[in-house]
């Protein structure tokens, strides 16, 4: 006697998350968050750590290969980005027929992802490929956002200097002026802060491209590409904008009243990660401060500080604080860096993340493929042009 198949289980509704909000896409051992006591790590250190003793390329090692370099190693990594900081004039002719009017960041999305054409080998099982691009990709796209400033200015893009350190030697080529010391290392600390976040949208986004297995420079430009909304990188702009709206100290709190009463939102405030004040914008308030005891103070950080004042009994209570953008707009103007190139910036830190992810999806990839709820219509029958009714 045959027996009946056993009963299939009947499936159960997964539930719809917009954005995806707490559902687990990936393992990942590079970044770790505590939003509810504002801690953030990278492979276990501390952010307030290594922000104080590293340097951003040693943390972009530790990110993308796990372990904190030894002497050898960090020398080695460090002269090898040094050697690969030059693009192909080829790419500096391409980025001249680029409109002057374009934002960087569609710029630095385009010449990213020509690399690929560059360097089409693809052999992502290879270690020596794997460490090349890299390296290419960390050493050249601080360079294409630079070269970019001065073309659409009408000049020709400056070389990198073999002599100046990572942070020092891109400042130099935006602003045709060797930095001062104190300047080139709070803005490389500022890389270390923007390096990482776990899987926010851009890294997200790098993770499904990579997951198709295809090669590294499309990786990045579709990371770029994500990171270029203003949902997701832009904010710093925006919280520029809001405290030259608001103009004085004497201001802020009806501004900050009467914004929350027309459900306006307050620029550089609330995080989905974080219900404390984010542990990166506590660093470069700090990082701020420093800067205009050397260069001067500036009276929007006094209008910022009033707001996050006032904003801590107003909207502290929902557990909305600063976040990353809040204070690190002030530091970029104060290093005399374009507003439109705050973006590039978080990009050219953020790189090192992304090769992460791309290097750990790669260990045990498996290529994304999320399901949906379908919302659209039931079956129905085709109807010839000439039957079809009209629309009012």
Known sequence: MTSSPAP???????????????????????????????????????LEQLAANSTFLETAYLLIWGELPTIFQLRDFEQEVQMHRRVSFRIRDMMKCFPAGGHPMDALQASAASLGLFYSR????????????????????????????LIRKGQDPIQPRDDLAYSANFLYMLT????????????????????????????????????????PYAVVASAVGTLAGPLHGGANEDVLEMLEEIGTVDAVESWLDQAIKARKK????????????DPRAVILQKLAEDLFLRFGHD????????????????????????NVDFYSGLVYRKLGIPRDLFTPIFAIARTAGWLAHWREQLGANRIYRPTQIYTGSGERAWLPLESRPAVV
């Open 299 to 322: 009276a929007m950080y006094d209008v910022a500080r009033r707001l996050e004042e006032v904003a801590a009994d107003r909207l502290g209570p929902k557990g909305i604080y600063p």
């Open 266 to 277: 307050i620029m550089g405030f609330g995080h989905r990660e974080y219900k404390v004040k």
């Open 176 to 215: 045709e002026r060797e930095p001062d010391p104190i300047a080139a290392r709070i803005f490389d600390r500022c890389l270390i802060l923007h390096a990482e976040h776990s899987l926010n949208a851009s890294t997200f986004s790098a993770r499904v491209t990579a997951s198709t297995l295809t090669d």
């Open 122 to 149: 693809r052999a992502l099982d290879d270690p020596q490929y794997v460490f090349d691009a890299v390296v290419r990709l960390i050493a050249k796209i601080p360079t294409m956002v630079a070269a970019f400033q």
């Open 8 to 46: 299939q289980a009947a499936s159960v509704p997964v539930p719809f998350r917009p954005g995806l909000e707490g559902v687990p896409a990936t393992q990942s051992a590079i970044c770790d968050i505590d939003g509810i006591r504002g801690l953030l790590t990278y492979r276990g250190y501390p």
